[in-house]
């Protein structure tokens, strides 16, 4: 059985909309205020390159769709060449190298029954919450951002029917104030 992981820019007060500058949210790019520091890259690149999979949604996969293909560097090949699942009911004829469509959470639950390596999710909040309620998520890999935004889409809705427990696995704090987690769901 493979694993999945979920990773998320996360704020203090759980907000995980538009980290990267998407448009339509008064404070999109908001991870653009926080200085970066070296840490963060490590913390992204050991990620990423541990991870086989890429699952996303269609408005994630689009956003990557559009800039990875035209990067050039060992963490863009690494994109460029990862099998790629995007989990749409809209979705047809993905463009972006090894990339293949699927319709629900069934086939999700295959492809993580499946052999191989790690699955990680990269933003896709709906996914996200959607594999989350459907104890689909093995580790949560959160970069917390010190800023508090006060609105926004989060990552754990308040209409959550049942407590999830997690183990901390791993901390890391960056000079800038941010705090790269580990958890572990328990159960």
């Avoid at 949604?57 to 769709?65: C, H, K, P, S, V």
């Avoid at 995007?86 to 979705?91: A, E, H, K, R």
């Avoid at 629900?104 to 933003?123: C, F, N, Q, S, Y």
Wanted: glycine share 10%; aromatic share 10%; proline share 4%.
């Amino acid at each position: 059985m493979r694993t999945l992981f979920v990773t998320e820019f996360i704020s203090l007060d759980g907000v995980i909309e538009a980290p990267g500058g998407e448009e339509d949210f008064r404070h999109t790019g908001w991870t653009f205020d926080i200085d970066s520091d070296p840490t963060m890259y490590e913390f992204k690149a050991e990620e990423t390159f541990s991870t086989q999979t890429l699952l996303l949604g269609a408005r994630t996969y689009e956003g990557f769709a559009a800039a990875w293909p035209g990067r050039d560097g060992e963490f863009a090949d690494r994109f460029n060449s990862m099998e790629k699942v995007v989990l749409s009911t809209t979705l047809e004829n993905p463009a972006w190298t090894n990339t293949k469509v699927v319709r629900d959470l069934d086939a999700v639950r295959e492809l993580k029954e499946g052999e191989g390596g790690p699955i990680g999710v990269h933003g896709s909040a709906s996914v996200a919450q959607a594999l989350h309620k459907a104890g689909l998520v093995d580790t949560w890999h959160l970069v917390v951002f010190p800023v508090v935004l006060g609105s926004g889409k989060r990552l754990f809705p308040t209409d959550a029917e049942d407590k999830q427990k997690l183990t901390l696995r791993e901390s890391r704090t960056c000079t800038n104030g941010v705090q790269l987690n580990i958890f572990d769901t328990v159960g």
